[in-house]
């Protein structure tokens, strides 16, 4: 996949505040203050920053953990991941594979088929609603 890279001012002067902070600075929202974490609406949920689809509202479960979470992406080359060993914790990090902006981790204790929980921040991702 190829790469979007731009820089800092490009992204800061493109995404919201609460977006650049999460996808560009690793930041992470309040359980239960980004957008559509309670959504039941159909649709794909994209990267805020470069528009690549990320997961399906078809694979959107309540985790009960306010954050949207889902048990697989769209696409598996969509979403990469790496080694997270800040807050002194050990986390697999999940990021957009085309622009690697931080969307949230990864657990090992979501629902079947794939026992996966992809915690996503809201904030890094829109809701491209199902006509």
């Not at 609460?18 to 560009?24: G, V, W």
């Not at 949207?68 to 969509?78: G, V």
């Not at 990864?106 to 079947?112: R, S």
């Amino acid at each position: 996949m190829e790469k979007i890279h731009k820089t800092d001012a490009e992204w800061r002067a493109q995404l919201s505040p609460d977006a650049y902070k999460i996808l560009r600075k690793h930041g992470t929202e309040r359980a239960g203050t980004g957008p559509n974490s309670d959504s039941k609406e159909k649709g794909t949920y994209v990267c805020a920053a470069c528009g690549l689809a990320l997961f399906s509202s078809d694979t959107k479960y309540d985790s009960g953990t306010g954050w949207p979470s889902f048990y697989a992406p769209i696409e598996k080359e969509n979403v990469e991941t790496k080694d997270d060993s800040s807050l002194f914790t050990r986390r697999t990090e999940v990021h957009c594979a085309r622009c690697e902006g931080h969307l949230g981790h990864v657990f090992p204790d979501g629902p079947k088929p794939t026992g996966q929980r992809y915690c996503m921040n809201g904030h890094s991702m829109k809701l491209e609603k199902k006509d």
